[in-house]
């Protein structure tokens, strides 16, 4: 099942001084943009920096300026909800995936439907492109992790299936691996060229493990989930390096800061928090609003974070400098 069907609702964490390190902020958002009528399930930012894309449950993907916080354009297509966006590395194309079991492309700058590619069975909840720009990585519920390519909009490689429900997937900087992660909290990678499977093991110990990235090293994984913990990971091994929280949220949200050192984690109760992986210390944490923080992005420069939110708006943090 997917992980909102799955999800236990838990009472927001009393922070406490003691907790926490660095700057706590328990002030609103800086800025709020609104256009989806349902929660913002995903964001992805064009390699330029310039256009931020939205993922919602209203069945639509909205593209944003992200200098004016304006909508520039709305893609309708998904017959269910939008549940993740990915651009390619040259900024022409956008990625999207959604309940209704399909991978649509679309042409960003005509803001239209390229092409629809069919294939998993279930729910496909997240996405990202290889490096090169050639293929894309998906997570289904129907527990596999496929590869495809985006020129012929057809599958190249099924790589293998999770326990459970996949979430999510990550591929190094150089594209010679791949990683899922889903409901069960296990995580499986594989070398892309051959398919082969490299290791298996557990994430998150309660619940799905919903987030993974793999570091600029090319080695190490980082994942969040539903235990309220960051973990980074021999991928080739499965062996664990750090662990870091408990944070104050089910985590739901990951991205990586743009020094490739530090993380950007956002979690159910509204919180948003920087973890430095170098120091192994939480560098800034913010209450927003408002519950339901699923995803979370960090603009080119560094400077400014934005946050998919269950009352379908996108929060906008402006980070200390």
Known sequence: MNRFRTMTIFALTLITGGLL?????????????????????????????????????DQTIRLWDVASGKTTAELKGHTGPVYGVVFTPDGKTLASVSTDQSIRLWNVKEAKELKEIKGHTGIVDGVITTPDGKNLMTASSDKSARLWNIEQAKETKNLGSLTGAAFCATISPDGKTAAAAGAEGQIKVWEIPTGKELKAFKGSTIGGTTGILFLPDNKTLVSIGHDRKIRTWE??????V????????????????????????????????????????????????????????????????????????????DLPQ
């Open 242 to 317: 750090l662990d870091l929280g408990p944070t104050a949220d089910d985590l739901y949200g990951l991205c990586l800061l743009p020094d490739g050192k530090r993380i950007a984690v956002s979690g159910y109760g509204g919180n948003i928090s920087i973890w430095n992986l170098e120091t192994k210390k939480q560098q800034f944490t913010k209450k927003l609003p408002h519950f339901g923080a699923y995803c979370i992005q960090v603009s080119k420069d560094g400077k400014r974070l934005y946050v998919g939110m269950d009352n379908h708006q996108i929060q906008v943090v």
């Open 235 to 240: 991928a080739a091994t499965g062996k664990a």
């Open 21 to 57: 390190t660095g700057m706590i902020g328990l002030a609103w958002a800086d800025a709020t943009w609104s256009g989806h009528t349902a929660l913002v399930h995903n964001l992805a930012l064009s390699p330029d920096g310039k256009t931020l894309a939205s993922a919602g449950f």
